[in-house]
């Protein structure tokens, strides 16, 4: 096996087990633990692709940083909102599919340009087991700021692990 192809093996051997520390373990997910919920401010370092979602992208952020730990969001454009989290199981590090969904308050959100009434924004997401991670909404239209209870959950495989309500208000 000292050959070509048996170097190649052990290469590709080598590099799945560093890469998937979890291979040939089945990976758990036991809960999802709330660690903040509030107002936060971050900057935006890029954008990516998210269908189900109102603008049909989402932020990347950096440097997220929570300053107001509430449930109570001021209806005002450029306020961002949301939450910090863990998901708890086994083995740490493992990436599991994760579906994020913001469910707003009617009539729902309506984008003046397309005629579009949103009742829901989804986001299909990976997180790896035992890293905190955040996820939020930021109101960046007039059209956004419409009072009344949004909900956030966090989907593992159609189980909600994680639900909390935002009461966005008229300032």
Avoid: C
């Avoid at 999802?32 to 049909?56: D, K, T």
Wanted: hydrophobic letters at 40%.
């Amino acid at each position: 096996m000292a050959g070509p192809l048996g170097i190649a093996i052990l290469a590709l051997t080598v590099l799945m087990a560093v890469a998937r520390p979890s291979l040939g373990q089945a990976v758990r997910v036991d809960r999802i633990e709330l660690l903040e919920a509030g107002l936060y401010r971050a900057e935006q370092a890029g954008r990516m692709p998210a269908p189900g979602s109102v603008a049909g992208n989402i932020n990347r952020l950096a440097s997220v940083t929570f300053y107001e730990q509430t449930s109570r969001v001021p209806a005002r454009v450029g306020v961002r909102f949301g939450v910090r989290f863990d998901v708890i199981g086994a083995p740490e590090r493992a990436i599991v599919p994760l579906r994020a969904i913001w469910r707003f308050p009617a009539p729902g959100l309506r984008d003046p340009r397309s005629g579009k009434v949103y009742t829901e924004s989804v986001e299909n997401f990976r997180s790896p087991i035992g890293e905190p991670r955040q996820r939020g909404y930021g109101l960046d239209n007039d059209w956004e700021l419409v009072p009344g209870e949004w909900t956030f959950e966090i989907l593992y495989v159609e189980r909600r692990l994680l639900s909390h309500t935002f009461t966005v208000y008229k300032p």
